[in-house]
């Protein structure tokens, strides 16, 4: 998959081969016809249209829209150009929504077995399609060249060298951020889209260590509405007198099976001693899903509360913490995912982390009014 300034290749192919009626559609055909010699095939002469030809080698092109027809025809190589047109759609949910179920209903279906994908476009947000397809299972190789070098860049550059200096150098670049402001400069020059609204939680304040804090630990959970898209997560908080360090997140997609095997796997390695946090949803249901687990649980102490209040004002006492510096984070694979998601807070497109951290510091500092530890009821089991 492809990320970045290729984007911006294919929106200057449009400009020099397609015209404003061609399209990306004639630049294909134009690109091949010009370096028919060099690719060793050329456009099949019966092949009139710009959106579907032939070649001399027996291959078929075709293109269309995104949400486009593409029923009864089959895929070696799907290429995926620009399919977000701006912040407006990418803010849209109703348009991500729809973008993803096209993908996965719809193109994903007509790929051959073996046939790979290749995604060119802007990242506007964190939830577009690019993020949800790395959210995913599946493994996807990333090219991003931001304008301005950062760390581990992908060609080589020293973090702060531009791109294309010949181009635009540095003073060009700054003078152009300036203007554009942050979010719209890091989704088109630097392809890290953040979503509106977040900076709840200072990230810049949070140490990333090595090593674990002894102390009193909890962990909490958050559990998904529904299997299909969102997250259930449970994050381990450690205290101590050096202060707060969350020590693990454990963060998965699945049914009610899987969710329940994955709280009492996590439960059995973090040991006896650390107390577990459920939510408690209003209602006999809610009840009933608390008596459920825990009876799954016997041995460790489980603690379920009530929730009220928009999500961000449960959120400040520990980011009040967070802010202050007094949290760190404990080195691991699930770092990047976790402050990202903090950084986007309240306006990102998932808040289960966020949630289930909010919980556990709540039993650290003492249960609310609403929390109780859990007792099973036998007849509820």
């Not at 809610?286 to 799954?296: C, D, E, K, N, T």
């Amino acid at each position: 998959m492809v990320f970045g300034t290729a984007s911006e290749i294919a929106r200057d192919l449009r400009q020099s081969y397609g015209g404003p009626g061609g399209g990306f559609r004639a630049g294909v055909r134009g690109l091949i016809d010009e370096h028919r010699v060099r690719l060793g095939i050329g456009i099949d002469p019966s092949s009139r249209a710009a959106h579907r030809f032939g070649t001399t080698a027996g291959g078929t092109y075709y293109a269309t829209g995104v949400r486009g027809p593409v029923t009864g025809r089959r895929a070696d190589l799907l290429v995926i150009d620009d399919p977000v047109k701006g912040h407006a759609e990418a803010d849209s949910r109703l348009h991500r929504e729809a973008l993803w179920n096209w993908y996965r209903s719809d193109l994903v279906s007509r790929l051959k077995p073996g046939g790979r994908v290749v995604l060119v476009m802007t990242r506007w947000h964190s939830d577009d399609l690019g993020g949800r397809l790395l959210a995913g299972p599946e493994p996807w190789r990333v090219v991003r060249l931001p304008a301005i070098a950062e760390l581990d860049d992908a060609i080589g550059r020293a973090p702060g060298e531009a791109l294309w200096p010949e181009w635009e150098d540095i003073a060009a670049l700054e003078r152009k951020r300036l203007v554009m402001g942050d979010r719209a400069w890091g989704a088109l020059f630097q392809q890290s889209p953040r979503s509106l609204g977040g900076r709840l939680f200072q990230v810049g304040r949070v140490a990333v260590v090595g090593n674990r804090l002894l102390g009193t630990a909890v962990r909490a959970w958050d559990l998904a509405a529904s299997a299909d898209g969102d997250w259930t997560a449970g994050v381990r908080l450690a205290r101590s007198a050096d202060g707060l360090q969350v020590q693990d997140v454990v963060r998965i997609r699945g049914g009610p099976e899987e969710v329940v095997r994955a709280i009492r796997v996590t439960a059995e390695r973090d040991g006896h001693g650390v107390a577990i946090g459920l939510p408690q949803d209003p209602g006999q249901a809610g009840r009933s899903q608390v008596a459920f687990l825990v009876a799954r649980l016997a041995g460790w102490r489980v603690v379920s509360s009530l929730e009220s209040g928009a999500k961000s004002t449960r959120a400040m006492p520990v980011a009040s913490q967070v802010n202050a510096g007094t949290v760190s984070v404990l080195q691991g694979d699930w770092n990047e995912a976790f402050l990202a998601e903090l950084e986007d807070f309240p306006g990102g497109a998932y808040d289960d982390q966020v949630d289930a951290l909010t919980r556990a510091f709540g039993m650290m500092v003492g249960p609310p009014e609403t929390a109780r530890v859990a007792r099973v009821d036998w007849g509820e089991r």
